[in-house]
């Protein structure tokens, strides 16, 4: 019996799929902007009534999340953040920046995501949109765990990339998951940017020199409830954050610091949407049935209903509990309640003061996590601005749960699903984001009329640069091995750079 040596096929794999996807690059450079539009729009129509579908998948495979929760999430990255995303300045285009010159922005290169165990789906579509928006090729990597759905979804996308004429070598996938191989694709020097979004981050080691790295976190995320809050509207906020996905979305919330005035007030309030408070025997049960003896979470719990988790911890709780609360005096490094919780448990302190709570908050997030989050729940403007401006994090929703804030979906906030922390982010914005897959470069005039004539004329010529160097394999043979022995519906080389140059022209007669 032969053995096969994954580890080496995975690295041989990721140097085609970079290959690939460096050489695409030259040719997303020409890409006119009405097609990477037209790529985009035909993604958004092919995949968002797979919604359901995907997530039914990721669940039976992966075993994490709500499945009706993951589709609505997924909905909602196909719709929402891609009108976000869509409108961004697009590459190539030269525009007034904020300080009254003028820049462009252009891709940094070659993206490399390595995606999480869960939630694995949106978060791969809303790196997707980004890359393509900004003509950055990208590969994705999953684990064993979620690997077979995520192939799914990228056979889905490659054949809406041929139909619509886009390099398929531009999104790429490793087909064959093995640690070697990721640590191999992510250290090589065509390589820009890294997207790492699982939580054992500090497992993989490779060359983070020359690239920009982005470590996505759920983060150990307090909430402050001040004596002047609107109780009904935090409760909703909270439990609808904590619940959402069973507790892992991006930056939801892991406890909560409650003003003594309100502490019976608001405790009535959270009961009365599914929330349930357990004693201090029921929390060392559950304990014991989350994590290990060092702390750390058991795998297959991740992701679980309150209503499971209680189970599992032989607690009994109605069926149509929520979130699973834990009551503690104080914070302890040693304490599991303390930390970040996969799931929808929450620990839950009461302080007599704004002020003694402000130091509580500080406590938990400086205890573990990377401070990406603080939600503080006032009407209080001064208390808001002292928490805005002491807190140790990345994020301050006011009067917004931090699981759906932080995501850009109750807030104002830049949409996203990859959510950096304080302490580990290369860019101000503090999650992944549009601006991330692009660089910005300064452009300077000199003083008088015609000068800015000159730039405004040149700002007007929006089709991409005459001048193109293709260097493009066979789409087929790019996906050899991923979907081998299947049929085959797109175009041979000759047929794909027939149909860019066709898109090319129309581009400029409407011009």
């Known amino acids: 019996m032969s053995l096969i040596d994954n580890d080496l096929l995975s690295i041989q794999e990721a140097r085609i799929l970079l290959e690939h996807a460096a050489e695409s690059a030259e040719a997303l450079e020409g890409l006119p902007g009405t097609l990477v539009d037209d790529f985009l729009t035909h993604l958004r129509e092919g995949l968002l009534p797979k919604a359901q579908e995907y997530a039914e998948e990721a669940f039976a495979e992966s075993d994490y999340c709500s499945p009706e929760d993951e589709a609505g999430l997924t909905k909602w990255v196909v719709t929402d953040l891609l009108d976000d995303v869509c409108s961004q300045t697009?590459?190539?285009r030269i525009v007034r920046s904020r300080n009254g010159s003028s820049e462009v922005c252009l891709p940094k290169g070659v993206v490399v995501s390595l995606l999480p165990d869960w939630l694995a789906v949106p978060t791969m579509l809303s790196q997707l949109f980004m890359a393509v928006r900004s003509k950055s090729p990208i590969v994705f990597s999953a684990t064993a765990r979620i690997h077979g759905t995520c192939?799914?979804?990228?056979?889905?996308?490659?054949?809406?990339?041929?139909?619509?004429?886009?390099?398929?070598?531009?999104v790429g996938f490793l087909s064959?998951?093995?640690?070697?191989?990721?640590?191999w694709v992510c250290s090589q020097p065509c390589v820009r940017v890294v997207i790492d979004s699982r939580e054992d981050a500090d497992g993989r080691s490779f060359d983070a020199a020359g690239r920009d790295v982005y470590y996505a976190t759920l983060g150990n995320n307090p909430v402050f409830v001040e004596s002047t809050a609107d109780l009904s509207l935090c409760a909703d906020e909270i439990v609808l954050g904590k619940s959402y996905c069973y507790g892992m979305l991006p930056g939801a919330e892991q406890s909560v610091v409650v003003e003594r005035a309100?502490?019976?007030?608001?405790?009535?309030?959270?009961?009365?949407?599914?929330c349930h408070f357990l004693s201090d025997e029921e929390a060392d049960r559950l304990v014991r049935a989350l994590f290990t003896d060092?702390?750390?979470?058991?795998?297959?719990?991740?992701g679980k209903s309150a209503f499971d988790l209680a189970r599992r911890a032989d607690i009994v709780v109605p069926e149509t509990t929520k979130v699973l609360v834990v009551e503690k005096p104080y914070v302890s490094d040693r304490s599991f309640f303390s930390k970040a919780k996969y799931g929808p448990v929450l620990s839950y302190y009461v302080e007599d003061s704004w002020r003694t709570a402000c130091e509580k908050c500080i406590e938990l997030i400086l205890n573990s996590g990377h401070g990406n989050a603080l939600a503080i729940f006032s009407n209080d403007p001064e208390v808001v601005r002292q928490f805005i401006l002491k807190k140790p994090v990345g994020r301050v929703l006011v009067n917004v749960s931090t699981g759906l804030g932080c995501i850009g979906c109750h807030s104002d906030l830049p949409k996203t699903l990859t959510v950096t922390g304080w302490d580990c982010a290369t860019t101000s914005e503090l999650g992944v984001t549009y601006g991330d897959f692009v660089r910005r470069r300064q452009v300077g005039i000199g003083g008088g009329a015609p000068a800015r004539d000159l730039l405004g004329r040149a700002s007007s010529c929006d089709h991409p640069p005459v001048a193109i160097k293709v260097h493009l394999p066979d789409p087929g043979a790019a996906r050899e091995g991923r979907d081998e022995g299947?049929?085959?519906?797109?175009?041979?080389?000759?047929?794909?750079?027939?149909?860019?140059v066709e898109a090319m022209k129309n581009s400029f007669e409407e011009e």
């Open 151 to 170: 192939g799914k979804v990228m056979e889905d996308v490659w054949k809406i990339a041929e139909f619509c004429h886009y390099p398929v070598e531009a």
């Open 176 to 183: 064959i998951f093995c640690p070697e191989g990721e640590e």
């Open 486 to 500: 299947s049929e085959s519906i797109g175009k041979e080389s000759g047929d794909w750079f027939s149909g860019v």
């Open 294 to 302: 060092d702390g750390r979470p058991y795998r297959e719990l991740i």
């Open 262 to 274: 309100v502490n019976a007030g608001f405790q009535t309030e959270l009961r009365r949407r599914g």
């Open 90 to 92: 697009p590459v190539q």
